[in-house]
């Protein structure tokens, strides 16, 4: 069964810089469709974005901030018959991961199909949807495709 391995970079504008990770699937074929490899990418894809936005996440939660009760809250406290610290945010529900990445993957593939980017696979420029046949050694680029600046 040949080897699929995936390297994705993604550059995040919360955390400056750029998250890399390798991801490998086990192919159960050897033949692939542009559109199923479209696909694994985007997974891969989204699956470091939330590597790399949970780490950076912990990384603010290390230290919790100590609650202070200030002389404004205290005031207002009085005001109301109660003082009390207060209550921290409720994190906001994160969205279906499912419904996101059906989203992203529909996305990816309409820009394909609109010629945003192309793909090289094992040396052959792919502009629209066919069946790839991988072997161990095959190598896939996305090259994304803009027009120049000032030319």
Not at 19 to 33: C, D, N, Y
Not at 46 to 73: C, D, E, G, Y
Not at 101 to 118: D, K, N, Y
Request: a negative charge.
């Amino acid at each position: 069964m040949p080897h699929l391995l995936l390297n994705c970079e993604i550059a995040e504008r919360q955390s400056p810089g750029l998250h890399q990770g390798q991801v490998a699937f086990q192919m159960e074929s050897p033949s692939i469709s542009t559109r199923e490899l479209i696909a694994l990418s985007v997974r891969a894809h989204l699956a470091l974005q939330r590597i790399a936005r949970a780490s950076a996440h912990s990384m603010a939660q290390a230290v919790p901030p100590t609650p202070t009760l200030t002389q404004a809250l205290i005031d207002e406290g009085l005001a109301q018959g109660r003082v009390a610290l207060p209550r921290p945010p409720e994190p906001a529900s994160a969205p279906e991961l499912a419904v996101v990445e059906h989203a992203e993957i529909q996305r990816a593939l309409a820009a394909f199909e609109a010629g945003e980017f192309q793909m090289v696979v094992d040396g052959t420029l792919y502009r629209s949807h066919s069946e790839l046949h991988l072997t161990d050694s095959s190598h896939a680029v996305f090259l994304r495709l803009r027009p120049l600046v000032g030319g």
